[in-house]
């Protein structure tokens, strides 16, 4: 241990010649940084952090047992309550991978209003991260921002599916709802405003000297720790790593749309820092915001042969000819990822040719990213640690599943 | 670069070792011989014409006389995937090597397999359980496991259901001697699972 440890910012830190001991502290599981129920336990030399070791499943529910027990469409519910805030997109995943178990195809509207709404939800998504991420290094005021923003997503995913938060909106084969032209408008606003908004959020947060001096040069993940630890989605990107599973690996419509991936070069700061994880989030967020745009845009009219219009108000939109009970054929398996706000989840599912999937495995990235944690924190301050765990951003519902 | 070429590598490669490939539009894998896992992971990692650098995931299937460990890997730079299957010898010696030393990734991964499949993975550094309490008992994801009846006083939703039951039973006893019949004994009474068994207090 030295003075000049690279974490330690200019601050002197103690030495080995300071008599001082090694304390272990827990941080969490009721912590308001950890972002949920999670328990850290930091090895301390001082205000040192020389090791830490995450402590998940906390709020473990076996959600993989509950879905062989239940049916594909019961499990659906379920998927919104692994990622709690970017629900839409955990169930675009779990719905395409049940539609690819069972061999469904999708008509073009409902393969836009994926886009659509997986897109939104990201938005939404990174609005929260954003905002508590402000939270985590000390600035209240953008949380406050960025609640309003997401408070007008909430409305709109309210009015459509009748959940704030956990909306079961996807339906295996279909939505719940046709959006009428009324919430399309409502939505295109909602950009507008998110985009107009974001400009002043990063003069407020991003190029803040107060923010950067607490978050550059911090967690610095390099490239091939982040390969190797299997680390996806925008920390994956602020690395460096130009990848970006919608674009690479295209699932649903993704590939009829033109955007950017942002991916960091390291200009400012250092690359794979906390705060290059912050920037590619709010770059992410423009980009959504354009391909939304463009699905609106392309998004054609329900032809009623193939998607005909609900009996009644309560049934859900589907496609024509998806039967009412689902049984995918015997030995049949599947491995459906999506790029979700916080990286790639993935779900893996066999049948035995039951009503129930025989198995279900579900990737979450929060639980992939949270394992790399002893890596980027080794060496740096105790209130850095903050900082990092904000910076990776994970959700404990998708950690302990 | 296909499932079917992949396949083709390892089988110039390995020969007998890779057992089945399988080039499916839904999930296509490739099945290895469980003493060539490690080997074969560490080929796929390293050779130029694969570049397996993602470790996506490592998790297991329950098919009752053995476990099949999966492992779906990704390469960002030739932009292919493929998935690696194995065999545990049998359901009691529920054994596979680890892959933690091919990529640090798989480490997390194997911890939550054993926890909640009961799959020991020979070579892991540091195989505790993850999700579950340290002096939890069994495996869940098997498919023999059943809900435990109370841990640490706390009644599981068996016992929360016999003790339900038995409830309903004693009114329906109870009405039925106030309406002046017999009660007769319930098909349900003393074959229970649950009998003798109070929500909240250790057996």
């Known amino acids: ?401 | 670069m296909t499932v079917t070429e992949i396949g083709a590598l390892l089988k110039e490669r390995f020969g007998e070792k890779i057992l089945e490939v399988v080039d499916d539009e839904r999930h296509g894998h490739v099945r290895v011989a469980a003493d060539a896992w490690v080997a074969v992971a560490t080929f796929l990692r390293d050779d130029p014409r694969t570049r397996m650098e993602m470790c996506h995931d490592v998790t297991a299937v329950d098919w009752i006389e053995h476990f099949d460990v999966v492992v779906h890997l990704y390469s960002l730079a030739k932009k292919h995937k493929v998935a690696l299957k194995t065999k545990t010898p049998s359901r009691d010696d529920a054994t596979c090597p680890s892959l933690t030393g091919v990529w640090p990734a798989a480490d997390w991964h194997e911890r939550e397999t054993w926890d909640l499949m009961g799959v020991r993975f020979t070579g892991h550094p540091d195989l505790r359980r993850i999700l579950l309490p340290e002096d939890w008992e069994g495996h869940p994801l098997r498919k023999d496991e059943g809900n435990p009846l109370e841990y640490h006083g706390i009644p599981g939703i068996a016992a929360i259901r016999g003790a339900e039951e038995r409830l309903r039973e004693e009114e329906l006893a109870k009405k039925k001697q106030r309406a002046g019949g017999h009660p007769g004994p319930h098909p349900a009474v003393g074959s229970h699972p649950t009998d003798g068994v109070t929500p909240g207090v250790k057996p």
């Open chain 1, 1 to 401: 241990m030295s003075a000049t440890h690279p974490g330690s910012g200019g601050y002197i830190v103690p030495t080995r010649d300071v008599a001082s001991e090694e304390l272990v502290l827990n941080m969490g599981p009721q912590h308001p940084a950890t972002h949920g129920v999670l328990r850290v336990a930091v090895k301390t030399d001082g205000e040192v952090v020389l090791d830490c070791e995450p402590m998940v499943g906390n709020i473990h529910r076996c959600k993989e047992k509950i879905a062989e027990n239940v049916t594909y469409v019961q499990f659906m519910p379920y998927t919104d309550r692994l990622d709690y805030l970017a629900a839409m997109n955990n169930e675009e995943c779990y719905a395409r991978a049940a539609e690819k178990l069972l061999g469904l195809k999708l008509p073009e509207r409902i393969e836009y209003l994926r886009v659509i709404f997986a897109e939104a939800g990201r938005i939404s998504s990174h609005l929260m991260s954003i905002g508590t991420y402000g939270l985590d290094v000390g600035a209240i005021t953008p949380f406050l921002y960025c609640f309003r923003e997401r408070e007008e997503a909430n409305h709109l995913f309210e009015k459509i599916s009748g959940g704030r938060m956990l909306y079961h909106y996807m339906r295996i084969g279909g939505v719940a709802r046709d959006p009428d032209d009324a919430w399309i408008q409502r939505l295109l606003q909602f950009l507008d405003q998110v985009e107009e908004k974001m400009d002043e959020y990063n003069t407020l947060m991003t190029w803040n000297k107060l923010f950067q001096e607490r978050t550059m040069n911090i967690g610095v993940l390099s490239r091939e720790k982040a390969l190797a630890f299997g680390i996806t989605g925008p920390a994956l990107r602020a690395s460096g790593i130009d990848w970006d599973c919608r674009r690479d690996d295209p699932y649903g419509i993704y590939d009829r749309f033109k955007w950017e991936v942002p991916v960091a070069d390291g200009k400012h700061g250092t690359l794979g820092d906390c705060w290059n994880r912050h920037y590619i989030r709010a770059l992410e967020m423009k980009q959504s915001i354009s391909i939304v745009r463009q699905a609106i845009d392309k998004m054609p009219k329900a032809n009623p042969d193939e998607l005909p219009p609900p009996e009644s108000p309560h049934k859900p939109f589907l496609a024509k000819g998806v039967p009412r009970s689902l049984q995918a054929p015997k030995g049949a398996e599947v491995y459906v990822r999506s790029e979700n706000p916080r990286g790639e989840l993935a779900f893996y599912m066999v049948s035995d040719g039951g009503k129930s999937p025989y198995r279900v495995k579900v990737r979450g990235p929060s639980f992939c990213n949270i394992a790399l944690l002893p890596e980027v924190t080794r060496g740096y301050l105790l209130s850095d640690l903050v900082a990092i765990i904000g910076s990776i951003d994970i959700v404990l519902g998708e950690v302990d599943r």
